[in-house]
């Protein structure tokens, strides 16, 4: 599986986003897709995760009501609805394959290249 994040940009707080990550390979349905994020000066972090079918989803405490992941299978795309964003937001954000739900790090096989949200305050 190959990864290929993109959406990201500079947005006023309260302002809201949506990152996509699209995937090639046929085993994309099979994968649990998960978006992480690295901010500046600090490791990267979980922030959502989705099973292969959007019925089942995990966040981070920090996002939760204010991120929604999904995803397409038909188009082979994960989503990452951000809203209400805060300056705390700001970050490379990574989407990434795993075999199951996770929120390790070292779970997830396959990355994508990330793409940078800045959010002003």
């Known amino acids: 599986v190959q990864l290929q994040a993109s959406g990201g940009g500079l947005v006023q707080a309260g302002g809201s986003l949506r990152l996509s990550c699209a995937a090639s390979?046929?085993?994309?349905?099979?994968?649990?897709m998960g978006w992480f994020r690295q901010a500046p000066g600090k490791e990267r972090e979980f922030v959502a995760g989705?099973?292969?079918?959007?019925?089942?989803?995990q966040y981070a405490d920090s996002v939760k009501g204010r991120f929604t992941i999904s995803r397409d299978n038909a188009k082979s795309t994960v989503y990452l609805q951000m809203n209400s964003l805060k300056s705390e937001d700001t970050a490379v954000y990574y989407c990434?394959?795993?075999?199951?739900?996770?929120?390790?790090?070292?779970?997830?096989?396959?990355w994508g290249q990330g793409t940078l949200v800045t959010v002003s305050s």
């Open positions: 989705s099973s292969w079918s959007g019925g089942s989803t």
């Open positions: 390979g046929r085993t994309f349905r099979s994968k649990y």
């Open positions: 990434a394959a795993a075999l199951e739900p996770s929120r390790w790090q070292a779970s997830y096989g396959y």
